[in-house]
């Protein structure tokens, strides 16, 4: 198997009528998948679409999601992913730096885009109601069905072959500096992985996921989507993550037997569990990652559900890294080992040479998994990358006699808020050019809810005198709204060192 569409159509020829995706009141099977997947390919090259082109997906969880991602892949574009909270300050330069010629989103996803200055983006796919005709000078809107329609006169033409090095996905992710990067990811990456994963966690055809994660990052999509389909299982997708409404479910429906979260989706599920009691479930396995799950939420989930979280960690240039085992000591706190045909180890932060077990240093891996490159930047490819093809993760940790990995800490600034990632320098940008703002430090803080969220230490320029409100509000005009501060604090100055650096571990709140 070559890609996940090809998985799909070698499903749909062999078990035509298994459900793939169960949504809302839709049952959609491999069959019906495969000729829609079909038909949007073919209407991509009749609508011009060349290899490596990219087209980007701005859309919540549907099937529409699922059919274009899979469409554009097999017509050889490229994804580019989306985060549906992004806004102008995201949206423009993904689609800029993308150089996105085609998108395929929502009605209100189009209403964020038109007022950007896109001039590559010449197209827009509507999935939904469709909006009311773009105004002069923005993209051309196509309902989504009258798209895949004209992929039928095109039918009987062959698609050109998918390879392993054929480019699949650009995935945004940050740096330390506030652009986001495009992480490309080939076939093979994908494959590698999700070969691997589905073996180590014994993903079988008969398995049905409730999947509620996001299909925007490499969680939902890369193992969520990709293991369903790649094995010809089935998934119960959501349009979000509701806890009530996963516990309903869980109770509700007994053919489901997989959950994938984020650690904050699992303390909701366990407050509504203690709510309302937790559900006889007959799921074989819970699995968490995206930031840490502490040892508290494991041990309280296995008590309320009877079950140890399997914890696994991942990364949008690597997809999965680590995975404590399906069977054996899945030891909380941890991490546990590589996926087969995968490498890891830890190694120390400036002479990059390997440490011995217990001592924390940086952790970096290797394998077919583990992305080529930046998009156009080669600068910064170099620089993710040790000698001999190790991939520096940026997390820090330890690694056990016994080969359990322990996550420690970052090495780069990053805060994990709800499992999605923030970078304090892109906040920190935005909110540097607010007209009362004089100095700005962005920072994390521990969240029951949310695992961290973030705060902003800010000098008021002389003069003014801001206000909170107003400065999220500013914030979130600019940027996802999960990015904007949960708090800020107002200080006179912030402190610094004798170089003038920021000494962030100095910032403190009043309580
Ligand atoms: C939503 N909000 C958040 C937030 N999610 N704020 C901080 N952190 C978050 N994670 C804010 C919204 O902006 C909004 O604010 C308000 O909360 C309500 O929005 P909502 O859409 O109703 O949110 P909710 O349903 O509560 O979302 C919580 C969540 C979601 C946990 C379900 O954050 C989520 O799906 N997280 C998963 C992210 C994920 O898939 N990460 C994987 C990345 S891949 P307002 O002000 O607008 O009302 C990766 C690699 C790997 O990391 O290893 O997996
Ligand atoms: P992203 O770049 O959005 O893919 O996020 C990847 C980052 O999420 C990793 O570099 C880690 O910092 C973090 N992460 C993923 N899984 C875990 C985990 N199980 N425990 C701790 N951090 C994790």
């Known amino acids: 198997m070559r890609s996940i569409a090809e998985a799909v159509l070698t499903h749909a020829q062999g078990v035509p009528e298994r459900p793939a995706l169960f949504f809302e009141e839709q049952t959609i099977s491999y069959g019906q998948l495969a000729s829609e997947v079909k038909r949007f390919a073919h209407a991509l090259t009749t609508w011009g679409v060349q290899p490596g082109d990219r087209v980007a997906l701005f859309l919540e969880n549907s099937p529409a999601f699922v059919v274009a991602y899979l469409g554009t892949q097999l017509a050889r574009g490229i994804v580019v992913l989306v985060n549906t909270q992004y806004r102008q300050v995201?949206?423009?330069?993904?689609?800029?730096?993308?150089?996105?010629?085609?998108?395929?989103?929502s009605a209100e996803g189009a209403e964020a885009l038109q007022p950007l200055a896109?001039?590559?983006?010449?197209?827009?796919?509507?999935?939904?109601?469709?909006?009311?005709?773009?105004?002069?000078?923005?993209?051309?809107?196509?309902?989504?069905?009258?798209?895949?329609?004209?992929?039928?006169a095109a039918a009987q033409h062959p698609l050109p072959l998918l390879t392993p090095e054929t480019p699949a996905i650009l995935a945004y992710t940050s740096g330390t500096t506030g652009r986001a990067k495009g992480a490309l990811l080939s076939q093979q990456n994908i494959i590698a992985n999700i070969t691997s994963l589905t073996a180590a966690w014994h993903w079988t055809r008969q398995d049905r996921?409730?999947?509620?994660?996001?299909?925007?990052?490499?969680h939902g999509l890369m193992v969520g989507l990709h293991g369903t389909l790649f094995i010809g299982a089935s998934a119960v997708l959501r349009r979000t993550f509701d806890a009530a409404e996963v516990l309903a479910t869980l109770r509700g429906d007994p053919s489901i037997t997989l959950f994938f979260g984020v650690p904050t989706m699992y303390a909701r599920l366990l407050a509504e569990a203690e709510r309302q009691g937790a559900p006889a479930h007959r799921l074989r396995l819970?699995?968490?990652?995206?930031?840490?799950?502490?040892?508290?939420?494991?041990?309280?989930?296995?008590?309320?559900?009877?079950?140890?979280?399997?914890?696994r960690y991942g990364m949008t240039e690597t997809i999965?890294?680590?995975?404590?085992?399906?069977?054996?000591e899945r030891r909380p706190g941890t991490v546990g080992g590589p996926f087969p045909g995968q490498e890891a180890r830890i190694v120390d932060v400036r002479t990059r040479q390997p440490l011995p077990p217990g001592e924390i240093g940086e952790i970096e891996v290797r394998g077919p998994h583990v992305f080529a490159g930046?998009?156009?930047?080669?600068?910064?490819?170099?620089?993710?990358?040790?000698?001999?093809?190790?991939?520096?993760?940026?997390?820090?940790?330890?690694?056990?006699?016994?080969g359990y990995y322990t996550i420690t800490g970052r090495a780069r600034e990053l805060i994990i808020s709800g499992g999605y990632n923030v970078y304090p320098r892109e906040v920190e940008e935005v909110l540097a050019a607010h007209p009362a703002i004089a100095e700005i430090a962005v920072v994390g803080r521990p969240d029951p809810d949310l695992g961290e969220k973030v705060v902003a230490f800010v000098v008021a320029k002389a003069g003014h005198t801001p206000n909170a409100a107003e400065i999220i509000a500013f914030c979130r005009e600019q940027l996802a709204s999960y990015k904007k501060p949960r708090r800020v604090v107002f200080v006179e100055a912030l402190?610094?060192?004798?170089?003038?650096?920021?000494?962030?571990?100095?910032l403190t709140e009043p309580v």
């Not at 590559?120 to 909006?131: E, N, P, S």
């Open 374 to 402: 930046y998009w156009y930047r080669p600068d910064a490819t170099a620089e993710a990358f040790s000698a001999n093809g190790w991939f520096k993760t940026g997390d820090l940790g330890w690694c056990s006699a016994d």
């Open 286 to 311: 819970f699995v968490s990652g995206s930031a840490p799950l502490s040892p508290q939420l494991f041990d309280t989930f296995e008590r309320l559900f009877g079950q140890r979280i399997l914890e």
């Open 90 to 105: 995201e949206l423009t330069h993904i689609f800029t730096d993308a150089g996105v010629r085609l998108g395929v989103t």
């Open 320 to 328: 999965m890294n680590l995975t404590n085992p399906y069977e054996g």
């Open 118 to 152: 896109l001039p590559m983006l010449k197209t827009l796919v509507i999935a939904g109601k469709l909006a009311d005709a773009p105004p002069a000078g923005a993209p051309e809107y196509i309902p989504f069905t009258a798209f895949v329609a004209q992929g039928e």
């Open 209 to 218: 996921l409730l999947l509620t994660l996001p299909l925007f990052h490499a």
């Open 495 to 506: 402190p610094r060192n004798a170089l003038g650096k920021v000494q962030k571990h100095l």
